[in-house]
């Protein structure tokens, strides 16, 4: 079956823009995830679904940065006023019932974000 | 507080070798463990995880880890290594009793030579 893919692959934007990056989890899996990898570092949580509802948000870094989920399946990650610092690469993962055990999280192929 | 280390930048191995990516961890509680590897321009696959039980696990590709839990380590291991394998490695951590949150480590680069 599908993955989960992320729209755009690519996104270049100019400083003080807003952006929004868009994730399609698996289908029927009830938890999303955001996470943010900088280069040379591991990916960093940012933000945690179960459903409709923002179960664990501790990992945005500010009020910059805000996640919707509205349907409980495609999230969009949305960035205000976009600094040079924000450039990364944003993954998105989906798993099936994390209440339920220890599921391993399906990641996407990520959005790249430069900010110039 | 979570946390992982890979205390290695990057590993080289010869083809047919046997490899070993190490990986420590920090969680209050007890840990669910997993390796996920990543290719250029591609996204995180899973590899294999520890939740109970047996402390070596067998995953994809060929892949094992050993849990040890006094070391508090999860090494990734391959007995014969492929020039396939050369990806970047992420050992990541959660805890068991503190929600669904990864910690990721930095990562270990392998190479593998023919």
């Known amino acids: 079956g599908a993955g989960v893919s992320q729209t755009p692959s690519n996104k270049v934007t100019e400083k003080g823009k807003y952006v929004e990056l868009r994730c399609d989890p698996i289908s029927g899996h009830t938890a999303l995830y955001w996470y943010r990898q900088s280069l040379g570092q591991g990916p960093e949580f940012l933000i945690y679904f179960q459903g409709t509802g923002a179960a664990d948000d501790s990992g945005l870094p500010n009020d910059r940065f805000f996640a919707v989920r509205p349907e409980g399946s495609v999230s969009t990650l949305k960035i205000q006023r976009t600094e040079r610092g924000d450039s990364a690469v944003y993954l998105c993962a989906s798993s099936p019932r994390p209440l339920r055990g220890p599921d391993e999280q399906f990641f996407g192929p990520g959005t790249r974000l430069t900010v110039l | 507080a979570q946390s992982v280390a890979q205390p290695e930048d990057q590993v080289n191995v010869a083809e047919g070798n046997p490899l070993t990516v190490k990986c420590t961890y920090s969680?209050?509680?007890?840990?669910?463990l997993f390796w996920y590897v990543q290719y250029p321009n591609r996204g995180l696959q899973f590899l294999l995880k520890?939740?109970?039980?047996?402390?070596l696990v067998k995953g994809s590709y060929g892949f094992e880890a050993e849990f040890n839990k006094s070391q508090t380590s999860f090494h990734l291991k391959k007995p014969s290594a492929l020039v396939s394998d050369s990806a970047l490695y992420f050992c990541?951590?959660?805890?068991?009793?503190?929600?669904?949150?990864?910690?990721f480590g930095a990562g270990t680069i392998l190479r593998v030579k023919s």
């Open positions: 520890y939740i109970t039980g047996d402390n």
């Open positions: 990541a951590v959660r805890d068991m009793e503190y929600g669904n949150k990864l910690v």
């Open positions: 969680v209050s509680g007890n840990p669910y």
